[in-house]
């Protein structure tokens, strides 16, 4: 499905009130790893600022052993610190790193900012290699804007 398509189904599920914040979070996460073929892992990590930590609080895919990332530990730790997206269209070319799984290939993480203060992130693993295009990031940044709205 391209990502146009899917702004309705994010949106739907977003003004849902009737589920929790979590559960909402979760269902994005399963609609876009079930629409976008080259979407193999979403989740969504939000900081502790005081503590300088990520913690995943919402995720489709396999279970990872990361639930907790320290601030500029890896692609989800740089981007705490950078306010910046990071597309890594090759993992194997990147040093600060943290492997999720063998079969990941690339990765996509744009931040998420509430009242102007990076909040938290989106992260997507890949097993497609360099799949992510500036239709991604687009797509990624209106959808965090969103997420901010009921947070
Ligand atoms: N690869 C990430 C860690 C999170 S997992 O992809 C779920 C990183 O380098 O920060």
């Known amino acids: 499905m391209s990502l146009i398509n899917l702004k309705p189904k994010v949106t739907s599920i977003i003004k849902d009130s009737s589920e929790s914040t979590v559960s909402r979070l ?3 996460c399963e609609v876009l790893k079930d629409s976008v073929a080259y979407y193999d892992w979403v989740g969504f990590y ?17 279970a990872t052993d990361h639930t907790v990332i320290p601030f ?5 730790g740089q981007v705490a610190v950078s306010n910046e997206n990071f ?6 070319a990147q040093d600060n790193y943290i492997a999720c799984s063998i079969s990941v290939k690339a990765e996509i993480v744009v931040p998420l900012f509430k009242d102007g203060k990076n909040i ?3 992260d997507i693993d890949s097993s497609t290699k360099d799949p992510f295009t500036k239709e991604d990031e687009v797509f990624l940044e209106w959808m965090n804007a969103e997420v901010a709205s009921i947070l």
Not at 48 to 61: F, I, M, P, V, W
Not at 87 to 92: E, I
């Open 72 to 76: 500029g530990k890896g692609i989800c």
């Open 120 to 122: 938290g992130q989106i």
């Open 46 to 62: 939000f900081a502790n600022h005081e503590a300088r930590t990520l913690h995943l609080q919402a995720y489709a895919g396999e």
């Open 87 to 92: 597309v890594v269209p090759d993992v194997k």
């Open 26 to 28: 979760t269902k994005i």
